[in-house]
């Protein structure tokens, strides 16, 4: 028996070879227990303290979650917050180093994706650009 987190060896039969590939995710066959698979969404962002620019609105970076790098926008920031949680201020213009702040991602596919108090592993992520981590 497995529980959330372990590796396992799975033999799956009726399946094309060429459709799997690192990063797919193994669900249930019940569509309410499956994780979301979302090309948009909004996320909680620490911004790294040695950022040299600023994230602003359309800032472009490489969402890189697992064995997944894909193409993601920052399409829009929703606020900052200070460190208790509580809102700082509604839709700031720029993110700089050390903020933390809820914003919304858009992506250039699919991916599956969750809340982090729902399922830690699919709900963590990093934002890189230009070989550099801006935010996790």
């Not at 994780?35 to 600023?54: E, Q, T």
């Not at 200070?82 to 993110?95: E, F, T």
């Not at 180093?97 to 991916?111: H, N, R, Y």
């Amino acid at each position: 028996v497995a529980v959330a987190g372990d590796s396992v060896d799975i033999y799956l039969t009726g399946i094309d070879i060429a459709r799997i590939h690192p990063g797919n995710v193994l669900s249930h066959v019940d569509l309410d227990l499956r994780p979301a698979v979302k090309k948009k969404f909004r996320a909680s962002l620490m911004v790294m303290d040695d950022l040299a620019v600023p994230i602003i609105r359309g800032a472009q970076a490489l969402l890189h979650m697992h064995s997944i790098d894909t193409p993601a926008v920052v399409s829009k920031l929703i606020c900052t917050k200070n460190r208790d949680g509580s809102v700082k201020r509604q839709k700031p213009r720029v993110l700089a180093g050390g903020a933390s702040a809820s914003v919304e991602i858009t992506l250039d596919q699919k991916i599956s994706i969750s809340k982090y108090a729902d399922c830690r592993a699919l709900g963590r992520f990093v934002l890189r650009r230009g070989g550099d981590t801006i935010a996790v």
